[in-house]
């Protein structure tokens, strides 16, 4: 038999389970008005985090977005790529990577990415900075044989000046 406690415990769980399920079925998105308990949920879940959307569930793959350096000093030419063996520094390079689908902040990001180069490659004086947008086709099409291609979308040189 359970005790009280843990028949409380049991229900409190439940409940928040029940939240987050509620929230990764998109719970907000099922009417347009917000009723008062709607929104106690909402607010519940945002104040616990059973609130995410869990979006990692959804039908559609987000793109990816890689940067391509290549750096020269008129004689020698070398192309990489800002990685490390950190994980979690190589994912925070990623977030910043995923800026690059703004189309606004692109030519920013790029002159602070070729900067950043130009300075770990002192003896390049000039680096060619090549976004590359990997495609990931909807589900359908992957089956009936369609591959994730990588596409170049930006491609932008920066030469120093002294």
């Known amino acids: 038999m359970l005790t009280t406690k843990q028949l409380s415990w049991l229900l409190l769980a439940g409940f928040h389970l029940t939240i987050a399920a509620l929230h990764a079925a998109h719970l907000e998105e099922w009417t347009d008005r917000k009723p008062w308990l709607l929104r106690q949920l909402t607010t519940y879940g945002d104040f616990t985090g059973s609130g995410n959307i869990f979006s990692f569930f959804a039908p559609n793959i987000g793109n990816e977005i890689a940067v ?38 692109q030519p920013l990001l790029a002159k602070s990415c070729a900067a950043y180069m130009l300075r770990q490659y002192p003896s390049s004086n000039i680096v060619r900075v090549t976004v590359i947008d990997k495609k990931v086709p909807e589900m359908a099409a992957f089956r009936a044989g369609s591959q994730p291609k990588w596409t170049p979308f930006l491609v932008k040189d920066f030469r120093v000046t002294r």
């Open 68 to 105: 391509v350096y290549t750096l020269g000093d008129g004689r020698h030419q070398e192309v990489t790529r800002l990685e490390g063996a950190n994980t979690e520094c190589n994912r925070r390079i990623q977030t910043i990577y995923n800026f690059f689908s703004i189309e606004e902040a």
